[in-house]
């Protein structure tokens, strides 16, 4: 059974820096493209970030330059490292494989705000 755990989150002000992470199981992980989504309030779920298995990366033009996406195989995780942070990026942050998601965790809330 595949599962994401995300963590990291936090209330933080404009112009800041979060780091996020995410522990993956039931799932061979060094063969999968992994991505960082977000939810904001009444909106459908955003890819920002995407990494390939082979540590390629792309991202949202939204993000670029301000987020960088991780992964370490050995350990089953991906990080997701959010500097600059706006008050736009505020949304519930997760985990999930990089093509067609599936069965998503429970976030970790990610708030920026002076």
């Known amino acids: 059974q595949v599962q994401f755990v995300e963590s990291g989150g936090g209330l933080v002000q404009p112009g800041g820096s979060l780091r996020l992470s995410c522990a993956a199981s039931?799932?061979?992980?060094?063969?999968?493209?992994m991505g960082w989504y977000r939810q904001a309030p009444g909106k459908q779920h955003e890819l920002v970030a995407r990494?390939?298995?082979?540590?390629?990366?792309n991202y949202a033009d939204s993000v670029k330059g301000r987020f960088t996406i991780s992964r370490d195989n050995a350990k089953n995780m991906v990080y997701l490292q959010l500097n600059s942070l706006k008050p736009e990026d505020t949304a519930a942050y997760y985990c999930?494989?990089?093509?067609?998601?599936?069965?998503w965790g429970q976030g970790t809330q990610v708030t920026v705000s002076s």
């Open positions: 999930n494989l990089g093509f067609n998601p599936r069965g």
């Open positions: 039931g799932i061979n992980f060094s063969v999968f493209a």
């Open positions: 990494i390939f298995n082979g540590g390629n990366t």
